[in-house]
């Protein structure tokens, strides 16, 4: 927060530097640092200075609020928590979001196919059964698209901001959805 803009992304400027600084001592390749949000903002009616009994108050004056966000992929899990702290020592005042993903899930995701394929077989097979007709061979299939892999385990939302911060990778699950239609024979 600053008075004017300049004053604002001087030191805003300062402080992501600093952060920079402490990703590159912390190992993190430039490569894997990515801006993914920055905004100017006027706060128009930023919160009141305290009043004194008896005094006039102070009007308060509006302030400038400068927003500098990065994305920042850490492939050593070991080492996620030494990189939350250094990133928070150096002046980093908001972290959000940590998640985990794979680095190349191309394997997990043609598993979850096979996968999706047998189980489709396997209910189409039982509702089948249950409605006393045959399974006939495939009439159709697609796949439907959805957002890819998710935590398992409840795994970190927001980031401790203490030392030594205490992260948990959990599992992930790959999943992939397949819609079969089946003819039917009597």
Do not use: K
Not at 34 to 46: A, K
Not at 62 to 78: A, E, G, K, Q, W
Not at 91 to 109: D, K, M, Q, R, Y
Not at 150 to 168: G, H, K, T
């Amino acid at each position: 927060r600053a008075d004017t803009i300049s004053e604002g992304l001087v030191e805003n400027g300062e402080q992501m530097e600093a952060i920079l600084a402490a990703l590159a001592a912390a190992g993190i390749d430039d490569s894997d640092i990515q801006t993914s949000n920055f905004s100017i903002s006027l706060d128009r009616y930023p919160e009141p200075f305290p009043q004194v009994e008896g005094a006039e108050g102070e009007e308060s004056q509006p302030v400038y609020r400068i927003s500098n966000m990065v994305n920042v992929t850490i492939r050593d899990l070991d080492t996620v928590g030494d990189v939350l702290d250094a990133v928070v020592e150096a002046g980093a005042n908001n972290i959000w979001g940590v998640s985990f993903t794979l680095e190349e899930p191309s394997a997990a995701e043609a598993e979850a196919r096979v996968d999706a394929i047998a189980d489709a077989q396997q209910r189409a097979a039982a509702l089948a059964e249950l409605s006393e007709v045959q399974l006939g061979p495939v009439m159709s299939v697609s796949e439907i698209i959805s957002g890819g892999s998710f935590p398992v385990s409840s795994v970190v939302e927001r980031a401790a901001l203490a030392a030594d911060a205490s992260i948990s990778p959990g599992e992930l699950e790959i999943s992939y959805r397949v819609q079969v239609s089946y003819f039917i024979e009597r």
